[in-house]
């Protein structure tokens, strides 16, 4: 529901279509205090795409008016994940760029008997607004002070001469107006903090009811984008932009996105950094975007995700499920398939020689040729995953048990098991079987997966670290303070299985080799940006490199996997209901 379009006086809109040439011109703007996250990933969507569709150009404008959150750190993380998910801004711009224009027009607005200095604190201005219990509205002694007094005291306040709540910039609304975003709204405050940008050369900042339609108007945006809680604030935003007679963008507003599972909040994420729930702001379990990104998830699954649920005016929380599907379907297109067992246990088939070997040559992705192909040895010892075995068999078991067959992936015959061999704990940690290579083979109803032991071919390649991320939270709204009493008590403790150990086919370093053999592999892995190294292990779910990988080229080119540390996320099972 996009409300009227307002009324723009034709001069404006002159010099505002001369500057534009008529195209669609948009923004998306955020505050550089944290990392975006995956709703943010629907405003970034939003806003390149419509300006896309139309033939226009979309800013990334920081909206910086809060020193004491904003860093640097955050500034550079938002452009490189708006890079990342595809879209590239036709100019990167901040509010910090506007300070001197802003205050320019603030001193515009004071001298046209808008605006006026007030002394009122929090308290007061709440009382002068109907309080709590929305009693009668009431100006206070300040607004009717004279013009020349406002400029006098918004000059001190510039100069540093009032401390932090002393005084504000109001501006001079409509107390009559039933829109609370008419109340006198604040358009500056004193703030005596170092701006990440302009230093300290200000103690006095716009707030974003001042900021934002200006900085909008500043930058000939035609359409302002923004989520739902912004509709009352468009009354407010026309009104300055007419009050300063500037020309005035369209404001419309959708829906936020939110999925289930989680919180993203950026307070609430500190939180539970801080308490230790989460290693990081970009821990794989978290739905921030440097997350999402670390944990493998490729952005192609992000903005399918976004644009499959369109741009509703209605705010929604989305079951993540819906998000894990787009990742499984991007994901199923572009990674190859390899054997990895991440709990190995050692099988010795007992009737093969001592140095039985063949070799297959398996495709990475079968009938995708262009995938390629990896020649992958086959011996007498092989891994495979100890989830396929168990010591006690039962009839609704198929893999592998004491005097069961199991079919392995890719060979034709398959396996019975003999015998176990078990360590000083009475642990099995070796299986015997019989390789079944003759014609009447018993027929197994399972295949498993199996990487061979066979060193001098570089099998398996060994994977010092899996994690396995399960759901951090342990309800679908974890913040529901009847259900959970709120977001840190609801932390599920075994979200996080750290697995050491894992071992994968030759296929694995085949693929990393292939991908340092390109430019922008070579570039990224100088960089060590691993991310893009995904795989599916075969029956077991998708992979992906993490960035505490120790990958450095000259191990890539001297074939040193061993001096490697491989590090790998789960991005996601492999069907929406495996648990494991
Ligand atoms: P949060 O409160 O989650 O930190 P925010 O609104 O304060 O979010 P901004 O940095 O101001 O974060 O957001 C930049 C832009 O992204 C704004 O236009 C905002 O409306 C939009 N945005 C933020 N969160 C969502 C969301 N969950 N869904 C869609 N758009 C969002
Ligand atoms: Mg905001
Ligand atoms: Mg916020």
Request: some cysteine.
């Amino acid at each position: 529901n996009p409300g009227e379009n307002p009324q723009i006086s034709p001069e404006l809109m002159e010099e505002h279509l001369k500057a534009t040439g008529g195209k669609v011109v948009t923004r998306f703007p955020p505050e550089p205090n944290g990392y975006l996250h995956i709703g943010h990933a629907k405003a970034i969507n939003v806003n390149f795409g419509y300006a896309k569709t139309h033939g226009g150009v979309c800013n990334l404008r920081y909206d910086d008016t809060n020193p004491e959150a904003e860093e640097q750190e955050y500034v550079d993380s938002i452009l490189e994940i708006v890079r990342w998910l595809g879209f590239e801004p036709h100019q990167v711009l901040y509010s910090s760029d506007y300070f001197d224009q802003l205050h320019a027009l603030a001193i515009k607005l004071i001298e046209c008997g808008k605006a006026y200095v007030c002394h009122c604190t929090g308290k007061q201005i709440n009382e002068q607004r109907g309080g709590e219990d929305r009693g009668p509205r009431f100006a206070c002694a300040h607004r009717d002070r004279p013009i020349s007094e406002s400029l006098a005291e918004f000059q001190k306040m510039k100069e540093g001469r009032y401390g932090a709540n002393e005084a504000t910039l109001r501006m001079k609304m409509d107390l009559e107006d039933g829109n609370p975003q008419m109340w006198d709204l604040i358009a500056y405050r004193v703030k005596f903090a170092t701006h990440h940008r302009t230093g300290d050369k200000w103690c006095i900042y716009p707030t974003y009811d001042f900021t934002h339609c200006l900085c909008d108007s500043f930058e000939n945006i035609t359409h302002s984008l923004c989520t739902r809680e912004f509709v009352l604030s468009r009354q407010s935003y026309y009104w300055l932009c007419d009050a300063v007679s500037v020309y005035k963008p369209v404001q419309w507003e959708y829906g936020r996105l939110n999925i289930t599972n989680t919180i993203l909040s950026k307070r609430k994420l500190l939180a539970l950094c801080n308490a230790g729930h989460v290693r990081s702001l970009d821990d794989p379990r978290l739905y921030t975007l440097p997350a999402l990104r670390r944990r493998g998830v490729p952005p192609q699954a992000i903005n399918a995700f976004v644009r499959e649920l369109g741009i509703t005016a209605a705010d929604a929380i989305i079951e993540v499920g819906r998000l894990e599907n787009h990742i499984r379907d991007a994901l199923n297109e572009c990674a190859p398939r390899i054997m990895a067992a991440v709990r190995p246990l050692r099988v010795i088939l007992e009737n093969l020689p001592e140095d039985h070997f063949e070799e297959l040559e398996l495709p990475y992705k079968p009938r995708e040729p262009a995938f390629g192909s990896r020649r992958v040895p086959f011996t007498r010892t092989l891994f495979i995953d100890h989830s396929d075995f168990r010591e006690t068999d039962s009839p609704d078991y198929f893999r592998l048990a004491p005097n069961k067959t199991v079919g392995l992936i890719n060979l034709p015959y398959p396996i019975t098991c003999t015998d176990v061999r078990r360590n000083a704990d009475g642990l099995v940690n070796e299986v015997v079987c019989r390789y079944e290579n003759s014609a009447n083979a018993p027929k197994p109803t399972a295949f498993i997966q199996w990487v061979a032991d066979c060193p001098q071919r570089g099998s398996p390649v060994r994977i010092e670290e899996v994690r396995i991320y399960n759901p951090l939270f342990k309800h679908s709204n974890p913040d529901d303070m009847k259900v959970t009493g709120g977001y840190l008590n609801d932390v599920n403790k075994d979200s996080l299985e750290v697995v050491n150990n894992a071992v994968a086919d030759v296929g694995l370093w085949d693929c990393i080799k292939r991908y340092a053999a390109t430019d922008v592999g070579k570039k990224e892995l100088r960089e060590h940006n691993v991310e893009n190294l995904r795989f599916q292990f075969m029956r077991i779910g998708y992979f992906a490199l993490d960035k505490d990988t120790t990958l450095p080229l000259s191990t890539i080119a001297n074939d040193k996997v061993s001096e490697t540390k491989l590090i790998m996320n789960r991005v996601v099972t492999l069907k929406e209901d495996a648990k494991k």
